[in-house]
């Protein structure tokens, strides 16, 4: 059975920064591109990063580029997303996804399962 | 960055036949043919429902169905039930990025 399992979320002030892990299992997770996905309260999804199998393809969305960081130790199963200089509008539940192809940019991949989410709220 | 647009909300009785657009752009939808749909319930995460236009994974009800015209993808539920009230999501690869949809909530009279 695939499992994600998020961690790491909580309240932290604007400026500050987290880091996010997703813990995963039930599948070859050195050959499969992962995601960030984050879902604001009461709002719909929004693609954060993505990251091949190897880490060796990285993308971002505009507004994360620079203080957001992909990275992925496939000798733990873990994929993190370390957060910089956090905003308010970063406010969100993060989910990690897995993604059935090895490129997170191949124009036929999709996000085949997903974790529960991990909460981050950004406030002062 | 433009998230692909969808009807906020659609609505139809048990036994109906509902669709739900998914509006990109030739950079998205029109560019790439392979569209996925994600289904999420309140306080969920979202599920995979339909991926490369019109496949279903295994387990998923055939009442689900995909398709595309252009820059416009849809995704049709047809006999519809009272466990298909939920959220809605398309979602597409442009260049550099994935995008969403902005999420149709699908309600059952």
């Known amino acids: 059975e695939v499992q994600l399992v998020e961690s790491g979320g909580g309240l932290v002030q604007p400026g500050r920064s987290l880091r996010l892990s997703c813990e995963v299992s039930g599948f070859d997770f050195d050959d499969k591109a992962m995601h960030w996905v984050r879902q604001a309260p009461g709002k719909g999804l929004e693609w954060v990063s993505g990251?091949?199998?190897?880490?060796?393809?990285?993308g971002y969305e505009d507004s994360v580029k620079g203080r957001f960081t992909i990275s992925r130790d496939n000798a733990k199963n873990t994929l993190f997303l370390q957060m910089n200089s956090l905003r308010p509008e970063d406010t969100a539940l993060y989910y990690c996804a897995k993604d059935h192809s090895s490129f997170w940019s191949d124009s036929n991949n999709f996000l085949d399962h997903w974790g529960q989410g991990t909460l981050v709220t950004v406030s002062s | 960055q433009s998230a692909l647009t969808q009807p906020a909300s659609v609505s139809g009785s048990p036994g109906q036949t509902i669709t739900i657009s998914c509006t990109g752009s030739?950079?998205?939808?029109?560019?790439?043919?392979?569209v996925s749909w994600y289904q999420q319930y309140p306080g969920k995460a979202p599920k995979l429902i339909i991926y490369d236009g019109f496949n279903r994974p295994s387990g998923v009800s055939n009442r689900f169905s995909g398709s595309k015209s252009g820059n416009t993808a849809s995704l049709t539920i047809s006999h519809l039930q009272a466990e298909d009230e939920a959220d809605y999501y398309c979602s597409s690869y442009t260049i550099s990025r994935r995008v969403f949809g902005t999420g149709t909530k699908v309600t059952v009279l």
């Open positions: 990251i091949s199998w190897n880490s060796g393809r990285i």
């Open positions: 030739d950079s998205d939808v029109g560019g790439y043919a392979y």
